[in-house]
């Protein structure tokens, strides 16, 4: 029981001594991170620890209203540290340093002459090889240029699908690239300047997909032949919309 007391005791008194050092000693200050504590309601206040060095707040007394509530920092935290005053730096005084110049003299050393050999080069001339000239044999790479007759596959206002007029088209356009296995064709699609340019560009993208599954499907083509793209809108006169609404057939590889 007396131990028990005596650490009651010792308790209280390191209390009240943190207390009084914090109130009297101005080289103790807490960061600004927890400059709240003295808001919070929450008692006791920090105090200082002189085996740990520095202050420490265990609060044991919840702020008013929020006994029921979890609050601040219930447990033994770090909250001040201690000030270091800056020593004043001692005025070093200069020092006067002295140049002192002093003149040594040298030996000076004695430049004697020596003879000079001369050498004398000999040229040989050596008898220069003639060159001979082969005849060389120039080889012409004849490259054929097929010219592909591929027709445009025209569509109906704000239409992407194939008329019996299309497919007639698009048979003959099939035979030509079945005669041609190397051709590559590019497939671009437009579109006539009604609507908003957003609705002409996949208006656009459906047609040459159209054109290209027909191709595959019907004709045999094979797809890796057959690329598509779609351009949107033509901006042309109003007399020449309809030939705006179209599929055109490019050559891009033979």
Do not use: C, H
Request: net charge positive; hydrophobic share 40%; no cysteine.
């Amino acid at each position: 029981m007396k131990r028990v007391l005596s650490y009651i005791i010792g308790g209280i008194i390191l209390f009240i001594g943190g207390i009084l050092v914090f109130a009297s000693n101005n080289e103790w200050e807490l960061p600004e991170e927890f400059s709240w504590y003295g808001k919070s309601g929450a008692e006791k206040p920090p105090v200082y620890d002189p085996v740990k060095k520095g202050y420490w707040w265990m609060p044991t007394k919840p702020p008013e209203g929020k006994e029921n509530e979890l609050w601040g920092n219930r447990g033994y935290i770090f909250v001040g540290v201690k000030k270091v005053k800056k020593m004043p730096e001692e005025k070093k005084e200069k020092e006067e340093v002295k140049v002192i110049e002093k003149v040594i003299e040298k030996p000076v050393e004695k430049i004697v002459e020596k003879p000079v050999e001369k050498v004398i080069e000999k040229v040989i001339e050596k008898p220069v090889e003639k060159i001979v000239e082969k005849p060389v044999e120039k080889v012409i790479e004849k490259v054929k240029i097929v010219s592909l007759n591929l027709q445009d596959i025209l569509f109906p206002y704000d239409s992407a699908k194939l008329t019996s007029l299309n497919i007639q088209k698009l048979k003959e356009n099939a035979k030509v690239l079945r005669e041609n296995p190397n051709v590559k064709v590019l497939l671009v699609g437009y579109a006539s300047p009604e609507g908003t340019v957003e609705y002409n560009l996949k208006l656009a993208e459906k047609r040459a997909k159209a054109v290209k599954n027909y191709l595959v499907e019907k004709e045999g083509i094979s797809p890796d032949r057959i690329e598509i793209k779609a351009e949107g809108e033509i901006d042309v006169s109003k007399t020449d919309w309809p030939f705006a609404r179209k599929v055109k057939f490019i050559i891009i590889d033979q």
